[in-house]
């Protein structure tokens, strides 16, 4: 058989898409509701899965798979909402992949679970090119990066199902300009659900909290 | 000859640092300071670059080069101040490199300018591992951002020569615990100078002013 040369990149896409896959039949098998939690540094991630996971307790079986460079503050902070959550440690990769996806996963008891929620390492740019098996990406965009971010990270956004636009408590304070904002995510996300939010004053979880509970309603029946 | 297996990111990796060599060549050869500036998304980099080169105008002959994913916003945003702003769209490329960095030089006058600024891709993890030829490397860290984020990006922090903590206007609103954040920062860069400041306000920009002049007068006359 002749050799054929595949670029180096196009190849490793194609594998994390074909592990994306398997990972995706896995968690239908179970009929698993999975979200890709993708922003920058500090935009609110964890806060937001924090409240999420503890106001949701009793109602929703979750876990938490999450990708750091190298700490595992996030998943022991997470873990205290009483949800199971595994760290997964990238060292110097940017982005999350569907094979780390796969074996974090058996570290849970994936046949015991409503909702398993990725979060991703802290990076707008590298993450929105690996699919990870889920049912939803959410790009959380916080008031205090400024209206142009959409229009920066096109990629990310143009791939979200839903954007959640946090910190909405600090939006005075930041001089956010919330038209512009919101246009600039619907040129590059018209497809996109847009929630408004704040985990600290708790603002606009509600519709948060209504869309996760509907999309778990929509799941067909195992 | 015996072909030599190279890991491809290695070979990558060697031949950015061989160019980034090239770059500070250059640089030296015309005396010129220049600084590579890392942030992740909307910490305030061109805000803060904007409002140096506006302030420095007549003291110091700068120009910038301003690496994004899919926009010229921000080259266009510091052409206002007068100075020359070469813009490099990447792409889906999450960093700048260094042989980038010299088509880009290509455009400036390097011969008359004193300070060239880097402004890198929006991201706290992948410009970190590529060496441009910079004398001066910065890591801009908002306030908004929490005070974990030095833990948690550790290969952009411990390559820091300065730590610009940034809109501090907004650490009272935000709940910033100052102390934690410095002790963070000191943790994994105990070899960065720290500046805390506010493009907005103006609190703390004296401070980076007279790092800036330092540095500028610590140059080997030509």
Redesign the interface.
């Known amino acids: 058989m002749d050799p054929v040369a595949v670029p180096?990149g196009q190849s490793l896409k194609a594998r994390n898409a074909a592990l994306a896959a398997e990972n995706r039949r896995r968690f239908q098998d179970r009929n698993l509701l999975v979200l890709n939690v993708l922003s920058?540094?500090?935009a609110g991630k964890t806060a937001l899965l924090e409240r999420t996971l503890t106001d949701l307790k009793g109602q929703v079986r979750a876990a938490v798979v999450v990708g750091?460079?190298?700490?595992d503050?996030d998943a022991r902070r997470l873990r205290r909402s009483g949800s199971p959550a595994v760290q997964i440690t990238t060292g110097?990769i940017?982005h999350l992949e569907a094979a780390m996806i796969a074996r974090a996963c058996d570290d849970l008891d994936l046949d015991h679970l409503d909702l398993l929620v990725i979060e991703n390492?802290?990076?707008?740019?590298?993450p929105a090119?690996y699919d990870l098996g889920e049912d939803v990406r959410v790009v959380v965009y916080?008031v205090?990066?400024?209206e142009?971010?959409p229009?920066?990270?096109?990629?990310a956004f143009k791939s979200a199902h839903v954007v959640v636009v946090s910190?909405t408590d600090?939006a005075e304070?930041?001089g956010f300009d919330r038209p512009t904002a919101l246009e600039n995510i619907g040129r590059l996300a018209p497809q996109a659900r847009i929630l408004e939010l704040s985990a600290r004053s708790g603002q606009g979880l509600e519709s948060w909290y209504d869309f996760l509970r509907q999309r778990l309603r929509d799941r067909p029946s195992r």
Request: with cysteine; net charge neutral.
């Open positions: 180096v920058s540094p500090g750091d460079l190298a700490t503050n110097t940017c390492v802290g990076n707008l740019v590298c090119g916080s205090t990066e400024g142009d971010k229009l920066k990270y096109p990629t910190k600090l304070a930041t």
